[in-house]
């Protein structure tokens, strides 16, 4: 008897446990399961330091990283920060990126849309007479309305869920990818404002030296007519006249391209009053006397400055590039696509219903007359043979990813590069500059006293036409490093994420129901 009933407990105990187990499993696969694999950051590829981090330590303490600093308080210039504004209103990529954003938050809502079962309105009818000769005169009619459910699947097994993440983080990485398109216009138009107002120094130049040369080589005449110099000094000014007309003409056409390249980047016509104009040069007479020569006013610097950033770590900086940032939404959307990869070797569940009323007469088909009306059609398919086609869409949705995890580490080294570029010419473009300070105001004393010279009968031509081209390439060369080292501030900002005032980065991935658009 005791063994009796200890049989019985011991059999209930079981069956709650089995009832336990079957209802833990219902509830599963109700709430529905996810194949995605989980998804973990791949390790930064670079090293934890800039190079030669240690020489800016001291000028990076204590200032905001450039991401945080928006693009208005990075440019100095007001007028070229007109510029910039105009290009983000008007610049056509831009505009595109923005489209790609609308585009791919359409298609996410599309695929979001596909989780819920779509339920559609339907009104038929139908009259039809009998195709035989026994009953010839009798019409039948049936008219239906109703709500109805077309193919619903049910998502069990994530399929839908995964394809829902696949879109999301691909609208995310367009997001991403507008951000860094802003970033790289920022930049493009701050470096070709840059270029522009070289050029016209640069023009300022070849015009001042070509005034000089004519000077110069109206005094080789003069001394030529009362046989002080000779058919050798005069062939050789003649030289350099034309030298410096071609580099004038040179410089007017360059100076047309960077104003055309400028208009294609904002993206409509610059006013006049924004674009820098050629610096004035007076060019003083030669002096009446022996005594005097003609003086050499430097061209002044009208370079656009810009507010110094901080580099920061690479393990701070890198993730909030836009353009890494994206390519690991694509990485995300490449794992996603091997969920419903996976998912497609398990049973596929769709249901079609349909709810409402009928009847045999029009005007009775909602009035009382009318039959109630259903249809309820399950159906599910399991695919036994396919020739092994869901393996190869496995296999190449694992291949999709691992070319996104290969995209993303290029993107980071690609990243780390860029930064490291620019530090290394923030470090030494410095020292170069003033070096070539130094050299431009020797050469213009050097170019004194050689025309002076000259003009006395000590030297000969030949000491002042070396005076004239040390001249001109020093100072050339001097206003192309300074070019150099703004642009250089320009990529240091733009390689650091800087020109699109975000957030603080999180340690985690970016959550999905934070991000979700509104449908």
């Not at 030669?52 to 990076?60: K, Q």
């Not at 303490?61 to 007001?78: M, T």
């Not at 071609?246 to 007017?252: E, L, S």
């Amino acid at each position: 008897m005791i063994q009796s009933v200890a049989r019985s407990t011991g059999l209930l105990a079981m069956r709650r446990q089995v009832r336990t187990v079957l209802a833990a499993a219902a509830a599963a696969v109700l709430a529905g399961c996810s194949l995605i694999p989980t998804y973990e950051r791949p390790d930064a590829p670079v090293a934890a330091q800039w190079p030669a981090l240690e020489a800016e330590a001291s000028r990076d303490a204590g200032a905001r990283a450039a991401a945080d600093v928006p693009w208005q308080e990075f440019v100095l210039d007001e007028r070229l920060r007109e510029i910039i504004a105009l290009t983000l209103d008007s610049n056509r990529d831009l505009r595109v990126a923005i489209k790609n954003i609308e585009q791919a938050q359409a298609q996410y809502r599309i695929n979001r849309a596909d989780l819920a079962p779509t339920v559609n309105a339907s009104v038929s009818g139908s009259r039809s007479a009998p195709n035989t000769t026994s009953t010839p005169g009798s019409v039948a009619s049936n008219y239906s309305a109703g709500l109805g459910i077309n193919s619903w699947e049910i998502d069990f097994f994530g399929r839908l869920r995964a394809l829902n993440e696949n879109a999301l983080a691909r609208y995310l990485a367009t997001e991403e990818a507008r951000k860094a398109t802003q970033i790289s216009l920022i930049g493009a138009v701050s470096s070709t404002w840059l270029s522009l107002q070289a050029n016209s120094e640069l023009l300022a130049l070849a015009e001042r030296t070509l005034a000089t040369r004519e000077q110069s080589l109206s005094l080789t005449k003069l001394r030529m007519d009362v046989g002080v110099a000779s058919a050798l000094d005069m062939r050789q000014a003649e030289s350099l006249t034309a030298n410096a007309k071609a580099a004038t003409a040179q410089q007017r056409r360059l100076r047309a391209q960077d104003i055309n390249a400028l208009t294609l980047l904002v993206g409509q016509p610059i006013p006049e009053h924004l674009l820098p104009a050629v610096p004035s040069v007076a060019v003083a007479p030669p002096g009446n006397d022996a005594t005097q020569s003609a003086p050499v006013t430097p061209i002044a610097n009208t370079l656009s400055r810009f507010a110094d950033v901080h580099a920061g770590l690479p393990s701070e900086v890198l993730l909030r590039r836009p353009d890494i940032r994206a390519a690991e939404q694509q990485l995300m959307a490449a794992n996603a696509s091997i969920g419903a990869a996976r998912a497609a070797f398990f049973p596929r569940i769709s249901l079609t219903g349909m709810y409402g009323r009928a009847s045999t007469e029009l005007d009775d088909l909602f009035g009382g007359a009318a039959l109630r009306a259903w249809s309820f059609l399950p159906q599910i398919s399991l695919p036994i043979f396919d020739l092994g086609r869901n393996r190869a869409a496995l296999d190449a949705s694992k291949a999709g990813r691992d070319i996104a995890v290969a995209q993303y580490e290029k993107a980071i080294q690609t990243g780390f590069r860029e930064v490291a570029d620019a530090l290394a010419g923030r470090a030494t473009l410095g020292e170069q500059l003033a070096a070539l300070e130094a050299q431009a105001t020797a050469s213009r004393e050097s170019y004194r006293l050689a025309d002076l010279r000259y003009r006395n009968g000590i030297a000969s031509y030949l000491n002042l036409l070396d005076a004239q081209r040390a001249l001109f390439t020093s100072e050339q060369a001097l206003t192309q490093t300074r070019l150099l080292e703004r642009l250089n501030q320009v990529e240091l900002y733009k390689a650091l994420g800087g020109g699109w005032n975000d957030t603080a980065p999180s340690a985690t991935p970016v959550a999905a129901k934070d991000d979700a658009p509104a449908q």
